[in-house]
């Protein structure tokens, strides 16, 4: 459904007045304000297919209406969404939710809307309607072989499907582990999963990555086989240099410091990339930036500083994805609020002086290295987010556009009140 352009430039011109006044203000206070819009400007978010629709919990669940019923029109609101604020140029596909029946077309369709397929991922942690064995007890850990082949296989088609559309990783993610002490031997666990990656593994494009995704805990309860970063870290290096670990901010334990798990994964060559979100309890998939953007704030400045440190593309060279489900906002305006988190936890990591860091820690100057982190952070940002926004065609304020333009009424107008995405 996409835009007519003329009424994200119409929206603009009743706002750039303003707009230049407050960019104008950061420009005259940071000489590095140019530098930074155009690493935004270059900055791509992926939208997860699974988060187009009402995620629900398991008490219940409430279309908003209107929600994509096909891979097609997920990637029509993606696209919608990409129009909107120009970072959300790629689309993450979880099979067998989102088979693409006819690759060709679905390509072609992606082409129309600026988008490319992001790493896809597989599913064995639910049974599918017409499938042989139960993953009841795990997939690629599980104790029978033939459960174990299922899994590979499942993994290898996934794997076609994003060589059609032109992926270039999977994601891994295994709900393997078990309920109750006794029940699993952990080393056979371990040695029955690692030898299922290593299949999967073999099966990868000389020019593919495969993301190992931890989770500490849910659905399994007592035991998770990828459980931590540790696990997953001894995964990727015993498979091998295509093989990385991804940082889902939702699957830790309370209180974590994921900042310093991602300098470290950085520093070994093995992260992945992301699955942001935020939570107060769990993996409670809300809206990134919603409840703690301070420590998002603070992963990005590990993520600068590292990328920096190692010459990385902040671009190109990390997987960046969005995994936040949503029970009570509008979908898009819940994916609209995650990526321009992002996109200024991002800002405000590159405003920090990191020479006057460096030289502060040198100098074990606590109070300075605070003050200079929070210097940054407590900068509102967001004109530089919207300028990059509006140099490439985007909305100064995509959120209000989608409001006032009634977006949402459209979509239920051509789709149904009472529609279900495909997904969670
Ligand atoms: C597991 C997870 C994983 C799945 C997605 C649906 O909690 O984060 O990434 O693929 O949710
Ligand atoms: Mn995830
Ligand atoms: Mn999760």
């Known amino acids: 459904m996409l835009l007519e352009g003329s009424i994200i430039e119409k929206h603009n011109e009743q706002r750039l007045r303003r707009h230049n006044l407050k960019l104008a203000s950061l420009q005259d206070e940071f000489p590095e304000t140019e530098q930074i819009i155009r690493q935004i400007e270059a900055f791509q978010v992926a939208i997860p297919s699974w988060a187009l629709g009402t995620g629900g919990t398991r008490f219940g669940r409430f279309s908003g209406g209107g929600e994509p019923r096909s891979l097609e029109e997920k990637m029509e609101d993606v696209g919608l969404l990409h129009q909107l604020n120009r970072a959300s140029g790629a689309i993450s596909l979880h099979i067998p939710w989102d088979v693409p029946q006819d690759p060709a077309a679905i390509r072609k369709l992606a082409k129309e809307y600026g988008l490319t397929f ?180 603070l992963i990005f400045n590990e993520l600068v500083e590292g990328m920096n440190a190692r010459n990385m593309n902040h671009a190109k060279d990390l997987g960046w994805m969005i995994d936040a489900s949503h029970n009570v906002k509008d979908p898009l305006e819940d994916l609209m609020q995650s990526v321009e988190a992002i996109l200024i936890a991002y800002a405000q990591a590159l405003l920090i002086d990191t020479a006057a860091l460096k030289q502060a820690q040198a100098a074990n100057d606590v109070v300075r290295c605070q003050e200079l982190l929070q210097a940054a952070y407590r900068t509102d940002l967001r004109p530089l987010v919207a300028e990059a926004r509006f140099r490439k065609g985007g909305a100064l304020e995509p959120l209000e556009l989608f409001r006032s333009e009634a977006l949402r009424n459209t979509l239920i107008k051509k789709r149904g009140e009472k529609t279900v995405a495909t997904g969670l």
Request: glycine share 8%; aromatic share 12%; proline share 4%.
């Open 118 to 297: 992001d790493a896809v991922n597989s599913n064995t942690f639910q049974d599918q309607p017409h499938q042989a064995l139960s993953y009841k007890f795990g997939s690629l850990q599980h104790v029978d072989k033939a459960v174990r082949k299922q899994a590979i296989d499942h993994n290898i088609a996934v794997i076609k499907h994003g060589v059609e559309l032109g992926s270039k990783a999977i994601t891994v993610w295994l709900s393997d582990g078990s309920c109750f002490p006794g029940q699993l031997n952990f080393r056979g666990a371990f040695e029955r999963t690692l030898e299922s990656l290593q299949e999967i593994y073999q099966a990868l494009p000389a020019d593919w990555k495969v993301f190992i995704e931890y989770k500490a805990f849910e659905p399994n309860f007592y035991s998770m086989t990828v459980g931590d970063w540790g696990q997953s870290l001894l995964y990727a290096s015993k498979l091998g240099p295509k093989a990385y670990t991804l940082v889902d901010l939702g699957h830790h334990l309370p209180n974590a410091n994921i900042e310093q798990i991602v300098a470290l994964l950085l520093m070994e060559g093995k992260l992945a990339g992301f699955h942001f979100n935020d939570s107060k309890y769990g993996d409670d998939d809300l809206t990134v930036g919603s409840i703690n953007p301070y420590q998002l704030f």
